[in-house]
T-cell receptor
Framework: DAGITQSPRHKVTETGTPVTLRCHQTENHRYMYWYRQDPGHGLRLIHYSYGVKDTDKGEVSDGYSVSRSKTEDFLLTLESATSSQTSVYFC????????????FGDGTRLSIL | TQLLEQSPQFLSIQEGENLTVYCNSSSVFSSLQWYRQEPGEGPVLLVTVVTGGEVKKLKRLTFQFGDARKDSSLHITAAQPGDTGLYLCAGAGAGGFKTIFGAGTRLFVKA
């Protein structure tokens, strides 16, 4: 267990409002990731970070931004939430190298009405 | 764009039966991982395979990486209700740390 805490675990909000999801890790992993999981699509990478203040886009980054001011914290922000962003969001951490497994948090279920 | 296709998408079997889940791609991966996910939780790593043709066993689970490192399979022998869950395969490209996930196989084992 990599000690990953996601907050909140559940959130319901309205279209057009800003939303920030938080991920906190206690294992000092360099790499952190935000995914969304939707039926039929599996896990899709939104953004990732390879160090403090070092982030890059994943395959579904439109409408999302991230920030990493400390090794242990990775924030995902929806600037103006849309109904298409209703999903389950997972944070993950990983070591360096393509053979390293990823450790996941328990997810945030986000509903945008 | 790299894609990983898993089949079947859904599988419902009786306790004691055997099953195989497949993960296929047209891309070559430097490693492939299998995860299991239960409702309300994040995926948990089961195994990583890195060598073409590699076979790994984890109790009743057998994982195989294709010779060309484009595909993988998960075989479960004598399935139990505790095996119920979503099984995800994930591939990592050479030199990279981003992982591509398949859509998953949802397994339900009836007692």
């Amino acid at each position: 267990d990599a000690g990953i805490t996601q907050s909140p675990r559940h959130k319901v909000t309205e279209t057009g409002t800003p939303v920030t999801l938080r991920c906190h890790q206690t294992e000092n992993h360099r790499y952190m990731y935000w995914y969304r999981q939707d039926p039929g699509h599996g896990l899709r990478l939104i953004h990732y970070s390879y160090g403090v203040k070092d982030t890059d886009k994943g395959e579904v980054s439109d409408g999302y931004s991230v920030s990493r001011s400390k090794t242990e914290d990775f924030l995902l922000t929806l600037e103006s939430a849309t109904s298409s962003q209703t999903s389950v969001y997972f944070c993950a951490t990983g070591g360096q190298g393509s053979n390293q497994p990823q450790h996941f948090g328990d997810g945030t279920r986000l509903s945008i009405l | 764009t790299q894609l990983l296709e898993q089949s079947p998408q859904f599988l419902s079997i009786q306790e004691g039966e055997n099953l195989t889940v497949y993960c296929n791609s047209s891309s070559v991966f430097s490693s492939l991982q299998w995860y299991r996910q239960e409702p309300g939780e994040g995926p948990v790593l089961l195994v990583t395979v890195v060598t073409g043709g590699e076979v790994k066993k984890l109790k009743r689970l057998t994982f195989q990486f294709g010779d060309a490192r484009k595909d993988s399979s998960l075989h479960i022998t004598a399935a139990q209700p505790g095996d119920t869950g979503l099984y995800l395969c994930a591939g990592a490209g050479a030199g990279g740390f981003k992982t591509i996930f398949g859509a998953g196989t949802r397994l339900f084992v009836k007692a």
